[in-house]
T-cell receptor, first 113, second 111 residues
């Protein structure tokens, strides 16, 4: 299996621009998680889905952030408008059931200037 | 209070010694507990999980869980330079599906 695939790997954008991060989970996995990692705050859970349905989005920092999962093989995390404080590595992870074994993608490093 | 707390380190341990990493959590309903390893610039990978009180051993790694004290630990025996990484403690909430991570402990094994 190819593992969890994220794109882009690196994104540099200017404040105010829209950013879209993409994730393809491992086939057959029914849970998908979006995390954000910074030195200051560590690995923060933003939102997670079960069978394409958002279960908990309490970690989404504000209305500028939105996430969708239109089907079992694709999810997006959108930031509009972006701000410098959004600079971080964004990880997508998927799992089977609630075993807790998360398979992470390589991450998308976002820099907002 | 953060939901999952870890000492950020760095923790420096000589090669061949035992490295001890600790984690506390706030949700008494937490059901499952995990240790992930993250090398610099890489994504986290699962190395151990534990569900019941007591010890669980896997090779050089031992996970310990004390639910009464809300405490999880990871012991690494015969530490190797390749063990140098950040170790993330993760806990599932009472629903068992939401996985929360601590900020991680940076471990350095010195030759």
């Amino acid at each position: 299996d190819a593992g969890v695939i994220q794109s882009p790997r690196h994104e540099v954008t200017e404040m105010g621009q829209e950013v879209t991060l993409r994730c393809k989970p491992i086939s057959g996995h029914d849970y998908l998680f979006w995390y954000r990692q910074t030195m200051m705050r560590g690995l923060e859970l933003l939102i997670y889905f079960n069978n394409n349905v958002p279960i908990d989005d309490s970690g989404m920092p504000e209305d500028r952030f939105s996430a969708k999962m239109p089907n079992a093989s694709f999810s997006t995390l959108k930031i509009q408008p972006s701000e410098p404080r959004d600079s971080a590595v964004y990880f997508c992870a998927s799992s089977v059931g609630t075993t807790g074994e998360l398979f992470f993608g390589e991450g998308s490093r976002l820099t907002v200037l | 209070q953060k939901e999952v707390e870890q000492n950020s380190g760095p923790l420096s341990v000589p090669e061949g010694a035992i490295a001890s990493l600790n984690c506390t959590y706030s949700d008494r309903g937490s059901q499952s507990f995990f240790w992930y390893r993250q090398y610099s610039g890489k994504s986290p990978e699962l190395i151990m999980f534990i569900y019941s009180n007591g010890d669980k051993e896997d090779g050089r790694f031992t996970a310990q869980l004390n639910k009464a004290s809300q405490y999880v630990s990871l012991l690494i025996r015969d530490s190797q330079p390749s063990d140098s990484a950040t170790y993330l403690c993760a806990v599932s909430d009472s629903s068992a599906s939401k996985i929360i991570f601590g900020s991680g402990t940076r471990l350095s094994i010195r030759p």
